[in-house]
Nanobody, 120 residues
Framework: QVQLVESGGGLVQPGGSLRLSCAAS????????MRWYRQTPGKERELVAT????????NYADSVKGRFTISRDNAKNTVYLQMNSLKPEDTAVYYC?????????????WGQGTQVTVSS
């Protein structure tokens, strides 16, 4: 079955960096676009970054543009989110996401999330 496992979250000071990873299995990773979302309590899940199946065609939320970089390694079935110049408002649970067609219907799949806390 589809599995997405995030890692790399933690506590970091403002201005610091973190690199999130999402290990994928159970589907053809190299043919699938991938996304990173984040969510804080009481708010809707926010799309942070997207990447095409070959690593091109990246897009970012305005709030992270110029600070975050999404990338992927299709040989390792892993997507990354490099986060630099972190701000307290980046504090959230970060989720990896893929949208897949299964027998003609489309489904969103999510990882369990990884907590990122930006605080001094």
């Amino acid at each position: 079955q589809v599995q997405l496992v995030e890692s790399g979250g933690g506590l970091v000071q403002p201005g610091g960096s973190l690199r999130l990873s999402c290990a994928a299995s159970g589907f053809t990773f190299s043919s699938s676009g991938m996304r990173w979302y984040r969510q804080t309590p009481g708010k809707e899940r926010e799309l942070v970054a997207t990447i095409g199946s070959t690593g091109g065609n990246t897009n970012y939320a305005d709030s992270v543009k110029g600070r975050f970089t999404i990338s992927r390694d299709n040989a390792k079935n892993t997507v990354y989110l490099q986060m630099n110049s972190l701000k307290p408002e980046d504090t959230a649970v970060y989720y990896c996401n893929v949208f897949l067609s299964v027998r003609g219907d489309w489904y969103n799949y999510w990882g369990q999330g990884t907590q990122v806390t930006v605080s001094s």
